[in-house]
Nanobody
Framework: QVQLVESGGGLVQAGGSLRLSCAAS????????MGWYRQAPGKQRELVAT???????NYADSVKGRFTVSRDNAKTTVYLQMNSLRPEDTAVYYC?????????WGQGTQVTVSS
């Protein structure tokens, strides 16, 4: 079992920045692929970024060059640095931990970008 707690969401103007954090506990953090997903009102949840235990990253095309995912295995925390935010980035952002067939989700944190 993995427990995930996100923080760092909020209201920001377009062009601004936020950093989300996801603190994990309960299992061997370093063995999990960690990811960030988001869900806007009326839309399906979508992948934002992932990072493997070895540090390899993957991003959705819509956030490439603006968002950076990172992890600190010693602190069992994954981060999402979001720069040049746009109104279309407004969503609830969820942290995800995945290993083999197991997947765990956080409760989500709201990010609102005003124009």
């Amino acid at each position: 079992q993995v427990q995930l707690v996100e923080s760092g969401g909020g209201l920001v103007q377009a062009g601004g920045s936020l950093r989300l954090s996801c603190a994990a506990s309960g299992s061997i953090f370093s063995s999990y692929v960690m990811g960030w997903y988001r869900q806007a009102p009326g839309k399906q949840r979508e992948l934002v970024a992932t990072i493997t235990s070895g540090g390899s990253t993957n991003y959705a095309d819509s956030v490439k060059g603006r968002f950076t995912v990172s992890r600190d295995n010693a602190k069992t925390t994954v981060y999402l640095q979001m720069n040049s935010l746009r109104p279309e980035d407004t969503a609830v952002y969820y942290c995800n931990a995945r290993r083999f067939v197991s997947a765990f989700w956080g409760q989500g944190t709201q990010v609102t970008v005003s124009s």
